[in-house]
């Protein structure tokens, strides 16, 4: 993470200098945005001229953005003169080298607007190949946090609401009894949504007291994170994230507007990521392997500050969307519902949302 070397540790003497880039990047820190994941800089295993960055998760001004990881390409160096340019990521996740101007005495120039910065490289003058001792890591670090939690510790379940500590609402369409489960390692509490034994059958859990209750503007949302394990995979559908109709358990639907993880085997075998608008949807399918029965997921949900909605699997990018971006106002919660004459459950370990700034709130 971010550094400045002594002058004995670095391999060019000017990496040794604090730059006003490197106040910006310090004070960018102190307020919170940074670096939640990844996003190192690395020379190519044959260095060129491009540089590789990982994939990862950052936080700025509020908003978040997943990287992919990828290459940066860093320009032609001066025939004469030495250069210190900077690797940044933007706050909807685009990364780029910001080239400086080449001098007797470098200094790399300023970070961007609405942008961190990762990495400076020192690009000697002639040099053909970006190695690693031309780069310093510089990535600030945030702490991450969400403006409601909840991790589902045990107490008294009730099923008119006020479940955990955002006092969940809990309905069904015959349902069967819902109830927390055993504690156990990185696990430490875990609520079982339970469908009736009839084909049909759902439940669903969700903020407010209706399935279809509404609100959060998509707006207003950064991010939701969810952590959950399917314990019998077949004959069902399952959903995790905002929805008009938290109630629906058709494919790529949650009510007319959305953005959700959903896994419903007749039709993939796979997790799928949508989302949804006037009843329009864009669906992905996991380019992973199949949902495994027991297996814990965490699944991201990040609305960008461009608009756009990222899905993220296990830390991992999977998808972007352009298309069928939610407008209207959601719910957020779960759904596990059966097709067969049997229950069909849905462990929930963790929940967690970000608002996006919302300025002044006031006139």
Known sequence: MFDIPNKAAASYPRQAGGFSADIDTIAQALAGDGVLSGLGVAAQGSPDMTVAVAGGLQRQQGYFAYYAGGNATVTAAHSTLERIDLIVIDWNGAVSCVAGTAAAFPVPPDVPANSLQLAQVYVPATVTAITNAM????????????DLYDEFTSQALVTTGNISALAWALTAATGGTPAFQAAAARNPGVLRIVTGAASGNNQRLHLGASATGAPILPANL??????????????????????????????????????????????SLKWAYVTRQASASTRNVDTGADVVAGSWYQFDIVRLQNGNIQF????????????????????????????????????????GLNFNPLGNRFT
């Open 135 to 146: 780069l310093i890591d510089k990535r600030p670090t945030a702490l991450d946090f969400f």
């Open 222 to 267: 950064a991010r939701l994170r969810m952590i959950a394990s399917i314990a019998t995979i077949t004959t069902g559908a399952w959903k995790l994230g905002a929805g008009v109709d938290l109630s629906d358990p058709a494919s790529s639907s949650l009510g007319s507007a959305g953005a959700f993880i959903e896994f419903v085997p007749a039709t």
């Open 312 to 351: 993220a699997k296990n830390g991992v990018l999977a998808f972007t969307h352009t298309t069928n971006l939610p407008t209207t106002a959601l719910n957020a919660g779960f759904l596990a519902h059966t097709l067969t004459t049997a229950a069909r459950n849905l462990d929930i370990d963790a929940f």
